[in-house]
C-alpha cells in the first residue's frame, strides 16, 4: 500500500510540473518609425504629423502593416523599438489584442522610444538613465515578468546609431552593465533590442577611423562580455568563466543568415537577443537550444532581390527596415548537450579535425585541429597554407617553424578578419610531416576562376595577364574583361603604367570589402 501510494505521489508531481511548464518565445522588431498624430515638437522633419508625407492614411496603414507582422510573429513578449508614445504603443496594441500587458518610456526630449508587449503580468519596471547630459539619448526600459511563477529580467535597448562612434555606444553598454552587476549571479536576464552594433563588431569596426574611437573596444563584445580575449563566449564554455558573460544567439544559426537589415546589400545584425548563464543552467528558466532565427516571410523579405520590405514614406506601403527575430524559451528542465567531440595529440586536447573552408563560417575557435596543410607562400610576417581540395587561408606573423613547400598538422588557437579577410592568428600547435613539396600545384589559375568570389580569398593565383595603369591590371578573362586593384608590397622595379604584366603568384586579398592582389615582391610578376 505504502509502494501504490509512493508511486502515486511521483506520478502526480511529474503531472503537475508537466502541466506547469512552459515554453514561450521572446521577440524584437525595431518597426521603424512609428510615430503618431500629435505634434510634440520632437518629431522628425518627414514624420511632422497632418503633412504630405505622414498624416492619418499613413499612420493607420503603418499600423495596419506592423500589427500584421506582430500578429504572425506571434511571440509572448516582444520588445519594440521606434515608438513614438504610449498612444501609438496603445494603437498597436489595440491592433494587436493578444497582448495584455505593456510598458513604453521615452525622455521627453527624445523623438523616440523603447516599448514591451507581453501576454504574461509584468511585476515591475523602470526607466535605466543611458546619459543625463545626452537630451537625446535613449533610456533603457528594464522589465520584469512572472511566467509560472517564475521571474525573468528583459532590458529593452535602443543604442545610439552609426551616425555617431563607438565611444556613444559604450555609454549605453556601461550603463545597463551597471545595473547588471547588481543582480545575482545565476539572475534570469535577457538583453534584447537594436544595439546598433554587429554581434562581431569588434571585428567589423576594428579599422574604421570614423567609428573606432575607443582603443579597439566595442559596447557589444567588451562591456556586455560577449567576447573574452577576442573569442565569443559559446554554450559550451559560459560557464567556466567567473566574470559576468553572455552569448549571443546570433551564433546559433548559420553566417550567411545572420542579418535582421541591411546597408548597401550588406548583412548587418544590428538587432540582438543575448542570454544571461542562467538561461543556460537547466534551472528556472531556460533557452531552448537552437531556436533562435529570423523572422523574414515573403511580404517582409524578397529572397530573390536580398531585399527588406522597408516602410516607403512616398508610397504608404511596406514595413520596416528591420526584422524581427525571435527566440524560446522554457520554465521545463533543459538537457543540454553543448559538449563536442574531442581527440588528443601529442598530449593536447583538440576539437575533431577541420577543413580550413570551415574557418571561414566560425568567428572564433579553440584547439581546432588541421591537418596535412601545406605552405604555399611565405614572404615576411605571413604564410599562406592551403590543403588539397580544401580552401587557402593566410597566418599572420607565423611561426619560424613553418618552411615553404613543407606538410604539417596544426592547432589553430585564434582567427581574426583585417578589413574583410580571413587570418590565423595564432597556433598552438606545429608537427612537420614530409619533406618538400610541389607547392605550387596548388597555384589557381588567375584566367580560369572568378578572382572576385569571396570563397577565393587568400588563393595564390598564376597566369593573369593584363595592362597596367594607375594602379589596376586590366585583363580579359574566358568569361569577361576586368580590372583589379594591386597592391604592392615592394617598392623597387614595379610596372609602369601601359606596361603588359603577368601575376606569377598573387594573393588575392580584401580591403575594406574590396577584392585586390597583393604582390610582396618582384618575383611575384612576369
Not at 158 to 178: D, F, G, N, P
Request: glycine share 4%.
Amino acid at each position: 500500500m505504502k509502494k501504490f501510494i509512493f508511486l502515486i505521489s511521483i506520478f502526480s508531481f511529474f503531472f503537475s510540473y508537466s502541466l506547469f511548464s512552459k515554453d514561450f518565445t521572446v521577440a524584437s522588431y525595431n518597426t521603424e518609425n512609428l510615430f503618431d498624430l500629435k505634434d510634440n515638437g520632437t518629431e522628425y522633419k518627414e514624420y511632422k504629423p497632418n503633412t504630405k508625407t505622414w498624416n492619418e492614411k499613413a499612420f493607420y496603414t503603418k499600423i495596419k502593416n506592423i500589427s500584421k507582422t506582430i500578429n504572425h510573429l506571434n511571440a509572448d513578449i516582444l520588445a519594440l523599438q521606434e515608438i513614438e508614445s504610449k498612444l501609438a504603443l496603445k494603437k498597436l496594441q489595440k491592433k494587436s489584442s493578444k497582448y495584455k500587458y505593456s510598458k513604453f518610456i521615452k525622455k521627453e526630449t527624445a523623438s523616440i522610444g523603447v516599448a514591451i508587449l507581453s501576454k504574461y503580468p509584468i511585476k515591475k519596471f523602470k526607466s535605466i538613465e543611458v546619459d543625463n547630459r545626452d537630451i537625446y539619448a535613449r533610456d533603457i526600459l528594464k522589465t520584469s515578468i512572472i511566467i509560472e511563477g517564475k521571474e525573468l529580467i528583459i532590458y529593452i535597448n535602443h543604442w545610439r546609431s552609426k551616425r555617431a562612434s563607438e565611444s556613444k555606444r559604450i555609454i549605453y553598454a556601461t550603463a545597463l552593465k551597471r545595473d547588471i552587476d547588481n543582480l545575482p549571479l545565476d539572475t534570469d536576464y535577457i538583453i534584447v533590442g537594436d544595439l546598433n552594433s554587429d554581434y562581431d563588431e569588434y571585428l567589423s569596426f576594428k579599422y574604421n577611423r570614423k567609428l573606432n574611437d575607443s582603443y579597439g573596444i566595442t559596447g557589444i563584445n567588451q562591456i556586455l562580455n560577449t567576447t573574452i580575449n577576442s573569442n565569443f563566449i559559446l554554450k559550451n564554455n559560459i560557464n567556466n568563466f567567473d566574470d559576468i558573460v553572455h552569448y549571443n544567439l546570433w551564433l546559433d544559426i548559420d553566417k550567411k543568415n545572420r542579418f535582421s537589415s541591411k546597408f548597401r546589400g550588406d548583412n548587418n545584425t544590428p538587432d540582438h537577443i543575448i542570454i544571461s548563464k542562467g538561461l543556460l543552467d537547466s534551472q528556472n528558466i531556460s533557452y531552448v537550444d537552437n531556436s533562435f532565427k529570423v523572422f523574414k516571410p515573403k511580404y517582409l523579405y524578397n529572397t530573390k532581390k536580398s531585399k527588406i520590405n522597408r516602410w516607403n514614406l512616398t508610397k504608404n506601403t511596406g514595413y520596416s527596415d528591420h526584422l524581427p527575430i525571435i527566440a524560446t524559451f522554457s520554465t521545463n528542465l533543459q538537457k543540454y548537450k553543448f559538449k563536442v567531440d574531442s581527440l588528443k595529440i601529442d598530449n593536447k586536447t583538440t576539437i575533431k579535425q577541420y577543413n580550413i573552408k570551415d574557418l571561414y563560417n566560425i568567428q572564433s575557435v579553440n584547439n581546432i585541429n588541421i591537418n596535412n596543410i601545406i605552405v604555399i607562400y611565405k614572404k615576411d610576417n605571413i604564410v599562406i597554407i592551403k590543403r588539397k581540395d580544401d580552401r587557402a587561408i593566410m597566418i599572420y606573423k607565423p611561426s619560424n617553424k613553418l618552411k615553404l613547400g613543407y606538410s604539417y598538422n596544426i592547432i589553430v588557437d585564434e582567427i581574426d578578419q583585417y578589413n574583410g579577410l580571413k587570418e590565423i592568428k595564432n597556433l598552438s600547435y606545429i608537427k612537420k610531416l614530409s619533406k618538400k613539396v610541389n607547392y605550387k600545384k596548388l597555384y589557381l589559375d588567375g584566367r580560369k576562376i572568378d578572382i572576385f568570389d569571396l570563397k577565393y580569398q587568400n588563393e595564390i593565383i598564376k597566369n593573369l595577364r593584363g595592362k597596367y595603369k594607375k594602379g589596376y591590371l586590366y585583363f580579359k578573362h574566358s568569361k569577361y574583361s576586368g580590372k583589379i586593384k594591386l597592391y604592392f608590397k615592394f617598392k623597387t622595379k614595379r610596372p609602369k603604367d601601359g606596361d603588359i604584366i603577368t601575376i606569377s603568384s598573387g594573393h588575392l586579398g580584401i580591403y575594406k570589402s574590396r577584392i585586390q592582389i597583393i604582390l610582396y615582391n618582384k618575383n611575384d610578376l612576369n
